[in-house]
């Protein structure tokens, strides 16, 4: 049993959501009250056509023939129209909804992208993409009809009310039977279907990350012959989301067999009572066929309106998940203009990295992975940072790329003219990287390539190809650069994988070359080949490596050990 305090935490957690959402589709408002209208419209047209009936089946029991075509042709084209009015509204709902659909979808997608990396990096692809999707998808094709439903429930509710009210009060009363238990349910019906959604939802996130990660992985899936583990596990998440669906189902038949039991109850009450006045002669056929409609309208736009608080809170979860996302931090790029106007001058002689007592330690750790550290490289240079993994290597790399922000100290990028700028995201742009591991996409090797420069040539391609002793084996290939590159390049070796990585980098040409254990795959003579290749071709570059190999540190001007308190120790040997 839920306490006070709690249902006023709830609903102040749906408050905010749907705050959120009538902000966001507070663009959209002409459109949905263009719907609005439309719908309203139509309730009208209902509630006249139910009125123009009882008039037209007086006048057939009277033998009103004056009256009797006029009330059939009124009740002919309010009907027709209705319908008509019923697609136009349709054909709206479509066309905003997609529209909404896709500005969500892309604006979180968007939200995602331009995320900071310490914050985005704590979920899983696989609940980022249910989350663009799944409910976004929810969202959008919700709420472009329940505000609209909100106001064509409320009217017709309003107008059967009106009516019934005009004719006989106490067909109104007898028609609100339901009311009181509706309202009385309403808080458990809140409390039930806000767990289950947001149950599911993660579920669904669960099980997409789990489909994503074991599909991009089935290669090492198979080779350690785990493939009935996997598919036993996937069984087991999807027998876990089914219980919560069919728990979720099992309430939702439980409140819909008790709301239509007291609705039927509520139908023969209003039943028995016009029978009894049409006995008395106190009501007409017509006002008793009128009834029979109202008051069904009555009771149904009654539960239309409290049947609108499961979708209300349905679409309030979701959104609540989309907006855990587009909280998030965002990188601001406050020194791009700076950037800009160092990039020529550091293309052209270089740039240097300086850092001094540099700290980091990132949000869920107890203790600095980096402390205290500080060098400099100059254009030219080739800097090692070495040791155990684990110890900080790759985080510093992170620094160095503005991923990640500095606790404290200095790490600055400075041209020979003696221009600086701090790094951040903004100067990612002066940075070549070879990451740790597969970062290939798929597409053709030439696409793989102009990710970082889309306007190279082929011939451009090819030349970085060559440097990295990548053209070798694509020269070699059916089609050339124009081959395609399977998922995660598993139509490739490792170490061609790895070649292409670092022909992209050295096709983007920047003043510094960041390369994360990027040679680990290749053999110790076609590493000498690469690396001698880029010395030649950029000498002015700075670049940052790291490295478990021996074999490397022979071309490094420096090489500095990380030890296991994260503190930077220069190697002399």
């Known amino acids: 049993m839920k306490k006070p305090s709690e249902y006023v935490e709830l609903f102040r957690s749906l408050s905010n959501e749907w705050k959120w959402l009538i902000k966001y589709v507070s663009k959209y408002r002409w459109q949905i009250a263009f719907y609005v209208f439309i719908g309203l419209l139509s309730t009208a047209m209902g509630l006249g056509s139910n009125v123009a009936s009882k008039y037209l089946i007086d006048s057939v029991v009277t033998h009103n023939s004056d009256t009797i075509l006029k009330s ?109 238990f509706l309202v009385f349910s309403s808080k458990i019906t809140t409390k039930m279907v806000r767990k289950y959604n947001k149950e599911s939802r993660e579920m669904n996130g669960k099980i997409l990350s789990f489909y994503s990660e074991s599909i991009q992985n089935l290669q090492t899936i198979k080779a350690f012959d785990i493939t009935k583990r996997y598919v036993d596990q996937m069984k087991t998440n999807l027998q876990l989301h089914r219980k919560i669906k069919l728990d979720h189902d099992k309430f939702s038949i439980v409140m819909s067999l008790c709301m239509s039991l007291i609705g039927l109850f509520v139908a023969y009450t209003c039943y028995g009572w016009g029978v009894y006045r049409l006995w008395q002669g106190a009501i007409s056929y017509g006002t008793m066929t009128l009834f029979l409609q109202i008051s069904g309208k009555l009771t149904s736009s009654f539960s239309s309106i409290v049947s609108l608080l499961p979708s209300a809170i349905s679409i309030a979860t979701s959104a609540g998940r989309i907006m855990e996302i587009t909280d998030l931090s965002l990188e601001e790029h406050k020194d791009r203009e700076k950037a800009e106007k160092m990039e ?33 490289a100059e254009a030219g240079e080739t800097i090692a940072f070495v040791g155990p993994s684990g110890e900080g290597k790759t985080t510093l790399l992170r620094l160095i790329l503005g991923l990640v922000e500095t606790d404290s100290g200095e790490l600055f990028l400075e041209t020979k003219d003696g221009e600086k700028i701090t790094v951040s995201e903004c100067t990612r742009r002066f940075c070549s990287y070879v990451p740790q591991g597969n970062s290939i996409f798929s597409g053709t090797v030439a696409d793989n390539l102009r990710i970082v420069k889309p306007e190279a040539t082929d011939e451009e391609i090819i030349d970085a190809l060559i440097t990295a002793d990548a053209w070798s084996f694509i020269k070699e290939l059916p089609f050339g650069i124009n081959t395609e590159i399977s998922e995660k390049g598993v139509n490739f070796s490792e170490g061609q994988v790895q070649r292409i990585s670092i022909a992209r980098a050295i096709l983007r040409d920047a003043p510094i070359v960041v390369m994360d254990e990027a040679t680990s795959a290749l053999d110790a003579k076609t590493e000498e080949t690469v690396l001698a290749n880029m010395m030649k071709a950029y000498p002015n570059r700075t670049r940052i490596i790291t490295t478990h190999r021996p074999s490397m540190l022979q071309y490094c001007t420096r090489v500095y050990r990380i030890d296991e308190n994260g503190s930077l120790v220069e190697n002399k040997n």
């Not at 009907?79 to 054909?91: L, N």
């Not at 990132?362 to 992975?369: A, H, S």
Request: overall charge negative.
């Open 344 to 376: 020529k001058s550091a293309d052209e002689s270089g740039v240097a990295i300086v850092c001094n007592d540099l700290q980091y330690t990132y949000p869920d750790g107890d203790k600095p992975v980096v402390a205290n550290v500080s060098f400099r």
């Open 72 to 180: 059939a042709v009124l009740a002919v084209i309010l009907g027709v129209t209705q319908i008509v009015v019923g697609s136009v509204v349709s054909r709206i709902a479509g066309v905003v909804g997609t529209k909404i659909s896709l500005e969500i979808r892309s604006g979180v997608y968007e939200h995602v992208i331009f995320s900071k990396w310490e914050d985005i990096r704590k979920y899983h692809s696989g609940d980022l993409l249910n989350r663009i999707e799944g409910d976004v998808a929810t969202v959008s094709s919700s709420i472009v009809s329940f505000i609209p439903n909100v106001f064509t429930a409320s009217a017709q509710f309003i107008g059967s009310l009106i009516v019934v009210l005009y004719y006989d009060p106490t067909m109104a009363i007898f028609a609100l039977l339901s009311a009181p």
